[in-house]
């Protein structure tokens, strides 16, 4: 098993332009969230989903959309890229659906300029 | 906001010393858990403890949770070089986000 895998590991956009973050699990879970992680700050909750088809917002989701077409895959899109979205971002997973014990992917650095 | 805050924000010891780090949290949980984060990769999951138990051990990690001072303690016994990481708290509600601390940085030395 791969467990969570993310794409791109770095990126480097420019103000404005936008790019989607890929997530894929291969563990069968229900549960997949995106967070991101500042110095200082810990990691914050983006967005998260409970099952195929079903989204909804964690603590600082503007400026960041979600789809959940399948089980597998959890993309995060950025549509208009902003200095402040400068981040290493998380993609997680968890075969509990509430607050279980989650899997991490190796994160994705990005870099708005 | 943050649910979890660690303390101390940075902690050095000798290998071979025991390593403790604290976790204060404002709201009700159902869970607490403890992850490790080795420099540049993912978060890796240590341990979890239910707000119905008291304390939890996992090899040489013990976990502490006292929900009347909402605060978990996490140690770390006769610790090694590999144990150099930051580790974070993150408490689980009934509400599907799972809210982490800043985290505190170990560092071992040889």
């Known amino acids: 098993n791969a467990g969570v895998t993310q794409t791109p590991k770095f990126q480097v956009l420019k103000t404005g332009q936008s790019m989607t973050l890929q997530c894929a699990q291969d563990?069968?879970?229900?549960?997949m969230s995106w967070y991101r992680q500042d110095p200082g700050m810990g990691l914050r909750l983006i967005h998260y989903?409970?099952?195929?088809?079903?989204?909804d917002q964690g603590e600082v989701p503007n400026g960041y959309n979600v789809s959940r077409s399948t089980t597998e895959d959890f993309p995060l899109r950025l549509l208009s890229a902003a200095p402040s979205q400068t981040s290493v971002y998380f993609c997680?997973?968890?075969?509990?659906?509430?607050?279980?014990?989650?899997?991490f992917g190796e994160g994705s650095r990005l870099t708005v300029l | 906001s943050q649910q979890g805050e660690e303390d101390p924000q940075a902690l050095s010891i000798q290998e071979g010393e025991n390593a403790t780090m604290n976790c204060s949290y404002k709201?009700?949980?159902?869970?607490l858990q403890w992850y490790r984060q080795n420099s540049g990769r993912g978060l890796v999951h240590l341990i979890l403890?239910?707000?119905?138990?008291r304390e939890k051990h996992s090899g040489r990690l013990r976990v502490t949770l006292d929900t009347s001072k909402k605060s978990s303690s996490l140690l770390i016994t006769a610790s090694r070089a590999a144990d150099t990481a930051s580790y974070f708290c993150?408490?689980?509600?009934?509400?599907?986000?799972?809210?982490f601390g800043a985290g505190t940085t170990v560092t071992v030395r040889a």
């Open positions: 997680a997973s968890s075969w509990q659906q509430n607050t279980g014990e989650l899997f």
């Open positions: 563990m069968n879970h229900e549960y």
């Open positions: 989903s409970v099952g195929a088809g079903i989204t």
């Open positions: 709201t009700s949980i159902n869970n």
């Open positions: 403890i239910r707000s119905n138990e």
């Open positions: 993150a408490t689980g509600s009934n509400d599907y986000k799972l809210s």
